[in-house]
């Protein structure tokens, strides 16, 4: 079964900048689109990054997705860090069968 | 602005149903495929299945085939996911969105408990 693989955790300082990555399991990451959720405690998830790199309206441009066929990841990068990105970020693309698949999670906590 | 609105918490005995709303404004409901996801108590988010609006046509996930039921009604652009033979790992918020990558509803709180 294909999965996707995320750090449980990261920890940055207030300013600077932290990437969280998001490693399939098999198969090519760049053969289907990634996106990237936000979720706040207690809030629903929102969309910070669709289609591996776009940003919905309302997005700061602190927040770029990429792709990285070598290593078969995608990536979140949050630069100028503030403390209300301290939330649970989730990656998500899709199987071979084209069923949905989420990354486990990453807690960032801005500190 | 778009936007899904879900229906009310919900307690459950097990074993019983549980049918949860999802009401869509600002777009064209058969426009975009919905979404059902669930998110256990401190745990990840797990996807359901989606549903067609335009066609009604339905793909579940494996871990839900044969319990779970999507169905919609494009008269008042609602979205319907009905889970059966409830139990207690079962209790999670459950969110529908819009074309993953998009809006995605408040979620509803279903708690299944004897």
């Known amino acids: 079964n294909f999965m996707l693989t995320q750090p449980h955790s990261v920890s940055e300082s207030p300013g600077k900048t932290v990437t969280i990555s998001c490693t399939g399991s098999?198969?090519?990451?760049?053969?289907?689109?990634v996106h990237w959720y936000q979720q706040r405690p207690g809030s629903a998830p929102t969309t910070v990054i669709y289609e591996d790199n776009q940003r919905p309206s309302g997005v700061p441009d602190r927040f770029s997705g990429s792709i990285d066929s070598s290593s078969n990841s995608a990536s979140l990068t949050i630069s100028g860090l503030k403390t209300e990105d301290e939330a649970g970020y989730y990656c998500q693309s899709y199987d071979s069968s084209n069923q949905v698949v989420f990354g486990g999670g990453t807690k960032l906590t801005v500190l | 602005q778009v936007q899904l609105v879900q229906s009310g918490a919900e307690v459950k005995k097990p074993g019983a149903s549980v049918k949860v709303s999802c009401k869509a404004s600002g777009y064209t409901f058969t426009g975009y495929y919905m979404h059902w996801v669930r998110q256990a108590p401190g745990q990840g988010l797990e996807w359901m299945g989606r549903?067609?609006?335009?066609?009604?046509?339905?793909n579940y996930a494996q871990n839900f085939q044969g319990r779970v039921t999507m169905t919609r009604d494009t008269s008042i652009s609602t979205a319907y996911m009905e889970l059966s033979g409830l139990r207690s790992d079962d209790t999670a918020i459950y969110y529908c969105a819009r074309g993953l990558g998009g809006v995605w509803g408040q979620g509803t709180l279903v708690t299944v408990s004897s």
């Open positions: 098999s198969g090519s990451i760049a053969s289907n689109y």
């Open positions: 549903i067609n609006p335009n066609s009604g046509g339905t």
